[in-house]
């Protein structure tokens, strides 16, 4: 189990950074904490101010106001200081290219006062732990990518740091070394070290944030466990229904209709999958191709039979081929089709039925239905939007 106890080794209060000569706060007063053996990621869209955040807890910038600590020191006041207790791996590569991959960990390891000896000792560990021993004297310009992070890493651990910050640590990496990477994340977080970590990619980081907080215009939106964010925010499931509807429909008035739908917490349009010609979305899911009134009543009684629908009851239709994660295929070519994808609290197969007659009282078109659970991406759009910055 990590080590929760203790004092918070991150500490930020009401943090502020206005850059001269901008209007705006890049960072407006921000505050959270973490403890030993947490790995924290701080999420947020291009712009929102991580980087910042991450450059005044690492002494690379100073803040205009608030506070940050790490280890019980003011990063501000102390910076020296600071630095012993923590470490930073950029996402570009900062390797000394003059030095062999051993030379930059044991050159590292001095610079913080680690003596030789022992720089030696840690740097052979280290290298061995990340994979890297046999490489070890070569040239760093005959590094992959993945072996350049991954000795940024090692570096960045030379110095015993009790807080690690890490920048899009799997950006651009392969299954391998992204997969070696969380393994040695996790394994760091069991020895007690904190890790702070930005990154688009919080799906695959979800699978090892304990907390997140999520960031936009300087300000924190909302702070918790990933289970937590997307169990409030996002709901129990998706139900994404592919329709056509009637001509003279209105879109959106069919939308309203499907969120009114007990058990639906939001019901949104989303965008259409682009379906390829002669082909379906979405790599292999199957869906419901071109099922009209008559298909869609055969689908309600799919859904509603054998008394109470439940879980089971949608997996044997995913099972059939009858849904899917991925769209259905297209008669029609897409045109004029919408996706609405439903939010809801509790099982996507109590919908199903309720949301087809609602269909069909319209006498919308179903082309797909898709079932799946809810992301921390999803989280994140819900609460940053879909403008892209
Ligand atoms: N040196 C600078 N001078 C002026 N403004 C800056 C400077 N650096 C960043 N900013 C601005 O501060 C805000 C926060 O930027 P920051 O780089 O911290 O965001 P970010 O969340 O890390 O984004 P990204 O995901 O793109 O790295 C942005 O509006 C950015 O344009």
Same mark, same amino acid.
């Given at each position: ?15 502020? $950074? ?23 990621? @701080? ?6 101010? $991580? ?10 910038? *100073?803040?205009?106001?608030? *506070? ?17 207790? /923590? ?22 390891? +001095? ?30 310009? #005959? ?10 890493? #090692?570096? #960045? ?15 651009? /990496?392969?299954?391998? +070394?992204?997969? /070696? ?48 964010? &997307? ?9 994404? @229904? ?10 959106? #008035? ?36 071109? &099922? ?21 009851? =949608? ?23 919408? *996706? ?18 609602? =269909? +069909? ?14 992301? @921390? ?13």
């Amino acid at each position: 189990m990590p080590s929760r106890d203790g004092p918070a080794v991150v500490e930020v209060d009401d943090l502020v $950074k206005r850059y001269p000569r901008t209007d705006t706060n890049a960072v407006d007063g921000l505050s959270f904490t973490v403890a030993p053996g947490e790995i924290f990621g @701080l999420f947020g869209p291009n712009g929102a101010g $991580k980087s910042t955040t991450v450059g005044i807890l690492t002494t690379r910038l *100073r803040a205009t106001g608030g *506070r940050a600590v790490v280890c019980g020191v003011d990063v501000g006041r102390d910076p020296a200081a600071a630095r012993a207790h /923590l470490a930073v791996v950029p996402q570009h590569n900062n390797l000394d290219r003059a030095l062999t991959p051993r030379q930059n960990l044991v050159y590292h390891a +001095t610079y913080h006062g680690v003596r030789r000896r022992e720089a030696h000792a840690r740097a052979a560990e280290l290298l061995d732990r990340f994979g890297l021993t046999e490489r070890a004297d070569r040239r760093i310009e #005959a590094y992959s990518g993945g072996m350049a992070q991954r000795l940024m890493i #090692a570096r #960045a651990l030379t110095h015993e740091p009790a807080v690690l910050f890490l920048d899009e640590p799997t950006n651009a /990496l392969d299954p391998q +070394t992204r997969l /070696l990477i969380w393994g040695q994340l996790r394994q760091l977080r069991e020895r007690g070290v904190a890790i702070v970590l930005t990154t688009h990619a919080m799906n695959e980081a979800a699978r090892v944030v304990d907390r997140v907080g999520i960031v936009d215009h300087g300000r924190l939106l909302t702070l918790d466990t990933p289970t937590a964010l &997307v169990r409030g925010l996002a709901g129990d499931a998706l139900l994404d @229904l592919t329709v056509t509807p009637a001509g003279g429909d209105d879109p959106d #008035a069919l939308c309203a209709a499907l969120g009114e739908l007990p058990g639906v917490r939001k019901a949104e349009r989303v965008a259409t999958p682009t379906v390829p010609a002669g082909g379906r979305p979405g790599g292999g899911a199957a869906g419901l191709a071109g &099922v009209g009134a008559g298909g869609a009543g055969m689908l309600a009684a799919l859904a509603a039979g054998g008394g109470r629908p439940g879980a089971g009851r =949608l997996a044997a239709l995913a099972g059939a081929g009858l849904l899917g994660r991925g769209g259905g295929a297209a008669g029609n070519g897409g045109r004029g089709r919408l *996706r609405i994808r439903l939010h809801l609290a509790g099982d996507p197969a109590t919908l199903l039925g309720p949301a087809v007659t609602v =269909l +069909t009282a319209r006498s919308a078109a179903v082309n797909a239905v898709d079932v799946g659970e809810p992301s @921390l991406e999803d989280v994140f759009i819900e609460l940053t939007g879909r403008q892209p910055r």
